[in-house]
């Protein structure tokens, strides 16, 4: 098998293992157990609190002294474990503290995953920028697909996602040791400071004006990425208290409309390497943040009726507003820090968003929809929406104004020196 189908193969089945339940435990949670929704926040927290430490600790651990590969397929058999243990699972407590322990296994290996598969592209001589796009798009099909597995096979309110899950995570753990070797940098001197004996070099980045800035906003465009997980299904399920909307496509498909959105990131992944090229890493980021302004936004105008077309663009645009930002910093990060320190670097960068902003987004945005926008158990989408909107709307114009960039198209940027 060549490289890049191999690298494939890898991507593939890193998302679908995540794609088999992450829209649909919630029918799980609700229809099949019955438990409360006050306590269901908790386990979208469990993405966010995870990513806070693990994937910078694992990418030291990559950097230092263990091979990437066989130490992601080790996370990966133990989070298989994990998710196959859900099942058995009795009450909401034990549920959470088991679904924790699988995404504290599982949500550092979306770093390492990028990091094994530039070490591996770069090794073979292959140009990262191009080629890493189209394999990394096969992940987002492996979510579509695990997605429609578990809603076609009945499954999608049954304890068999996680059945499902488990499988594919425990096949990739397998895999994973079959990859070519990727081996600790570790090139740290006799005298190195007690820092880098540690592999903590990556967070000297923050030192640099420019990276610091990346970082800090990723975190806070990062607060938006779990947005439309945590709630559009539910949105478009809350048009069935609207009389003319009950028994609506929206309303019987919810979760079929959302899928656009993944499907809408299997092309826009395929764009990255024209935008990087023709506009560089800011202008791509940018454009990100508009793009977010106008999923809210088009969610906030959107209806079953007239305004379906809003929510179908809504879902188009999310295609750009997640992976402009996702894949391009990810490959920023990659392009702009020094080989001894890359695996950390992406395990910072994943800090950074799915970590930190992502559980000040969930924790934030609960906070303010229980207690402005939802009034006598209704809760008011529109203002929701609109109030995410200026958020991203923020964002966009302090970056545009904050984040000094000049890009050149014709060499590899590099800002760490």
């Known amino acids: 098998m060549s490289i890049k189908f191999r690298l494939t193969l890898m991507s593939f089945l890193q998302f679908f293992v995540w794609g088999a339940w992450l829209i649909t435990v919630g029918n799980y949670w609700f229809a099949t157990k019955q438990w409360s929704g006050a306590e269901f926040g908790a386990i979208f927290s469990t993405l966010g609190l995870s990513s806070i430490f693990?994937?910078?600790?694992?990418?030291?651990?990559?950097?230092?002294?263990?091979?990437?590969?066989?130490?992601?397929?080790?996370?990966?058999?133990?989070?298989?474990?994990?998710?196959?243990?859900?099942?058995?699972?009795?009450?909401?407590?034990?549920?959470?503290?088991?679904?924790?322990?699988?995404?504290?296994?599982?949500?550092p290996t979306i770093s390492l995953s990028?990091?094994?598969?530039?070490?591996?592209?770069?090794?073979?001589?292959?140009?990262?920028?191009?080629?890493?796009?189209?394999?990394?798009?096969?992940?987002?099909v492996g979510f579509i697909i695990a997605m429609w597995i578990t809603n076609l096979s009945g499954n999608k309110a049954s304890a068999n996602m996680f059945y499902i899950s488990a499988f594919a995570a425990i096949v990739l753990g397998i895999y994973s040791f079959s990859l070519p070797k990727c081996a600790p940098q570790n090139l740290t001197s006799k005298d190195a400071s007690f820092t880098e004996l540690l592999g903590l070099n990556a967070f000297k980045l923050f030192g640099t004006y420019k990276m610091a800035l990346f970082f800090i906003f990723s975190m806070f465009l990062g607060g938006a990425l779990q947005l439309t997980n945590m709630y559009g299904d539910t949105f478009l399920s809350d048009f069935s208290k609207v009389p003319e909307y009950a028994d609506s496509f929206v309303v019987r498909y919810s979760t079929i409309i959302m899928s656009i959105s993944q499907i809408s990131e299997t092309l826009f992944i395929l764009a990255i390497p024209f935008f990087l090229k023709r506009f560089g890493i800011k202008q791509v980021m940018l454009i990100s943040m508009i793009a977010w302004v106008l999923r809210f936004g088009l969610f906030a105008y959107g209806n079953p009726s007239g305004g379906l077309w809003m929510i179908i663009l809504s879902c188009i645009v999310y295609g750009m507003a997640f992976d402009f930002f996702n894949i391009s910093g990810s490959l920023f990060v990659e392009t702009s820090t020094d080989s001894s320190i890359r695996?950390?670097?992406?395990?910072?960068?994943?800090?950074?968003?799915?970590?930190?902003?992502?559980?000040?987004?969930?924790?934030?945005?609960?906070?303010?929809?229980?207690?402005?926008?939802?009034?006598?158990?209704?809760?008011?989408w529109q203002n929701i929406w609109l109030t995410f909107a200026v958020y991203a709307l923020i964002i966009a114009i302090f970056f545009a104004f904050m984040f000094k960039h000049k890009h050149d198209p014709n060499a590899v940027e590099n800002v760490s020196h």
């Open 343 to 380: 695996s950390s670097a992406q395990g910072l960068f994943m800090m950074m968003t799915n970590g930190f902003g992502a559980v000040i987004g969930s924790s934030a945005s609960g906070y303010l929809i229980d207690t402005y926008f939802t009034h006598t158990g209704v809760k008011d």
């Open 54 to 107: 693990m994937p910078a600790l694992t990418g030291i651990i990559a950097d230092r002294w263990i091979n990437a590969e066989k130490l992601y397929g080790g996370l990966h058999i133990l989070g298989g474990l994990a998710l196959a243990y859900i099942p058995m699972v009795d009450n909401p407590t034990s549920f959470f503290w088991v679904i924790f322990i699988a995404m504290l296994c599982y949500m």
């Open 114 to 140: 990028n990091s094994i598969a530039y070490n591996i592209l770069k090794n073979n001589k292959f140009d990262v920028i191009k080629v890493f796009p189209p394999i990394r798009v096969w992940g987002t």
